[in-house]
């Protein structure tokens, strides 16, 4: 694995920067905790600026040195922009290629044009799930919203017989699978191999976007029964394009590093060797780096040059695609500070010793941190990294596979409960043209299914593996 453990990034730090005693770490991580909670929806701070001053009062509360505590935050922070953000910036421009290009417009297209009627919210949950393997949930929406709002309305569906299934597929997409920055950022935090927690999230991705997705959508069409809006429909990136790439190279390129990252973990269970030159050789093949790194280059002649791009709108789109991920970047980086900050004051370790004399398993305890977090802050990625933080200990003796899980069950609960403190809610809203009441009955309850049924398979999977 490429990236830092937790235990790793702790490795010069022996001793906590603080003696305190668990009841003083405790009340330590719950001011921490709610100060960015209160700094994210009461004052509308950025979560960038939030996460460092809840880190800075999470070292004072616990009697740390204020020097310490800001070397631990600015450790974590340089050690997870150094292994996420790096990813998260290949997936961006991945995901601009796919969009610029006209492939995901290619991709929407063929798939429709095979679905009958009966079989088109299956089919919008399909087209969800692969557009939304690269690229950022808000960026999917929008690729996606021309699409379900002109399928609605030429098929004479309701809104949401359409909507609801593509934005399970592209929530499900966002908080479990790997290359989103919330799975890597756990990922990372736990120690956890990318490989096999790709290869589980596919499994308990299926049957989560499933029952949100195409079941539930006919319960929510029957609750909201809404016709698309027509002044909503925006124009599709590739209705300027003389020609665009074709469906299957469109499909392998997207799949391609997802290929290349399970190759590797299917190598690591074959082969069991670390020194055979096989496996070392597929560490290099797979590792996240390399496989979107590939992806990426790979991207710029199927999917570039293939819509006629020159050299010069190639590299355009390149650089158009790093500056709207800054924020995700520095939101990410912050919260792997944040993680620090907690790990370095010994709160996993109080996590570790005090959930001991509880019959609560790992996975739900994770999954029940990542809720709490999530309903406070309204953000999937300041929940998944936050909870990341704290339940990481809890892995140290997990085999690989339950490492993966502990990661799921993070990602899980991280999409509990979506409402008004959370941006993808008045994203959703607007774009449907739908009411406040409107939006909880559909949208709300369509993450708390997902975040629901997720953790379940989570469960189920940890009886047997």
């Known amino acids: 694995m490429t990236h830092l453990s937790v235990e790793m990034l702790a490795a010069d730090a022996t001793e906590p920067i603080t003696s305190a005693g668990h009841a003083q770490l405790g009340i330590a991580v719950l001011a921490g905790i709610a100060v960015i909670v209160l700094l994210i929806t009461k004052f509308k701070l950025h979560a960038f600026l939030s996460l460092i001053i809840g880190s800075l009062v999470l070292g004072a509360v616990a009697g740390a040195p204020l020097d310490k505590a800001i070397t631990s935050f600015t450790t974590g922070l340089g050690t997870t922009v150094a292994g996420t953000g790096v990813l998260i910036a290949l997936g961006a421009v991945l995901g601009r290629l796919l969009a610029d290009s006209g492939g995901a417009d ?42 379900v709002l002109l399928v609605a309305r030429r098929g004479n569906f309701s809104l949401m017989r359409i909507g609801i299934p593509a934005l399970a597929g592209l929530s499900v997409m966002h908080g479990l699978i790997p290359p989103h920055p919330g799975p890597l950022a756990a990922i990372d935090a736990v120690g956890a191999n990318l490989g096999v927690t790709l290869a589980l999230g596919v499994v308990v991705a299926v049957p989560t976007a499933i029952i949100a997705g195409p079941v539930f959508s006919r319960y929510a ?230 975040s629901v049924v997720g953790i379940v398979c989570v469960l189920l999977l940890s009886l047997v593996l």
Request: aromatic residues 6%; proline residues 4%.
């Open 106 to 147: 290619q991709i929407v297209d063929t798939i429709l044009a095979k679905a009958g009627r009966g079989a088109m919210p299956w089919a919008m949950v399909l087209i969800a799930g692969i557009v939304g393997l690269p690229i950022f949930f808000e960026v999917g929406i929008v690729l996606l919203i021309p699409v």
């Open 221 to 450: 069409a029957r609750w909201v029964d809404v016709r698309p809006p027509e002044h909503l429909v925006p124009a599709r990136s590739s209705d300027d394009l003389e020609k665009r790439p074709g469906f299957g190279i469109t499909v392998a390129t997207v799949l391609l590093p997802v290929v290349m990252m399970l190759a590797k973990a299917l190598v690591d269970i074959v082969v069991d060797d670390p020194a055979a030159g096989v496996q070392r050789a597929f560490d290099v093949i797979g590792s996240p780096l390399i496989a979107l790194l590939t992806a990426v280059i790979v991207a710029m002649f199927t999917l570039g040059r293939a819509a006629g791009f020159t050299r010069g709108r190639i590299a355009t789109t390149v650089e158009k695609s790093l500056g709207p991920i800054a924020g995700v970047v520095l939101i990410v980086g912050a919260g792997g500070g944040f993680k620090q900050t907690l790990v370095d004051a010994g709160v996993g370790q109080m996590i570790l010793d005090v959930s001991k004399g509880w019959h609560v398993s790992a996975l739900l305890l994770a999954w029940l941190i990542a809720v709490a977090i999530r309903l406070a802050t309204g953000s999937a990625t300041v929940a998944t990294i936050s909870a990341a933080g704290l339940v990481a200990p809890l892995a140290a003796e997990m085999s690989t596979t339950h490492a993966a899980l502990l990661v799921l069950a993070i990602g899980a609960g991280s999409l509990f409960f979506s409402h008004v403190n959370d941006a993808g809610f008045w994203l959703v809203k607007e774009y449907f043209g739908l009411s406040v009441g409107q939006t909880l009955k559909t949208w709300s309850v369509m993450e708390t299914l997902i």
